[in-house]
């Protein structure tokens, strides 16, 4: 399946590993694993691996109004 074929499932196009999202969002790995563990942040296990949804992330990286 294509990203494009994704989106048309209703699924994420892209999933981010944790030191990716730490990088993105200029935190610690250890903060977005303390995200997740609280349930500020879903995550998906795939093969063992620990991926973020980018919308989910997003999503939970809003700004403070």
Do not use: W
């Amino acid at each position: 399946m294509t990203r494009r074929d994704h989106a048309d499932l209703g699924r994420p196009s892209y999933y981010l590993s944790i030191p990716a999202a730490a990088g993105r969002a200029c935190v610690s790995r250890d903060t977005i694993r303390r995200m997740i563990a609280s349930g500020q942040l879903k995550a998906y296990r795939f093969r063992g691996q620990i991926r973020i949804a980018i919308e989910d992330f997003d999503n939970a990286m809003r700004p403070v109004r």
